[in-house]
């Protein structure tokens, strides 16, 4: 499990987010997926495996107030929060 932790650690140290091959500046089908079953805004979701990704943004922006990112490398978690700080102080 370390050398996995380690290997993601890894992609989100030295990769940008929109330098991997995964990468959407805006995930259409995965809000269409969620549109699709007309959730409550204070509907519990989580993004796993969200890395840094746009869904946790994309769902706040919606207005989504229970929103949750899980993922294996501390590093994505960080770039996420720094993300969000700077947005919150714009």
Known sequence: ??????????????????????????????????ELFNLPLDAH????????????????NKGYTHVFLLDISAQAIERTKKGWVIEQKM
């Open 45 to 60: 979701i989580i993004d796993v495996g969200g890395g840094d990704s746009t869904f946790i943004d994309a769902l706040l």
């Open 1 to 34: 499990m370390s050398n996995l932790k380690q290997h993601w650690d890894t992609v989100f140290t030295t990769k940008q987010e929109n330098e991997v091959s995964w990468f959407q500046s805006y995930p259409k089908t995965s809000i269409a997926f969620i």
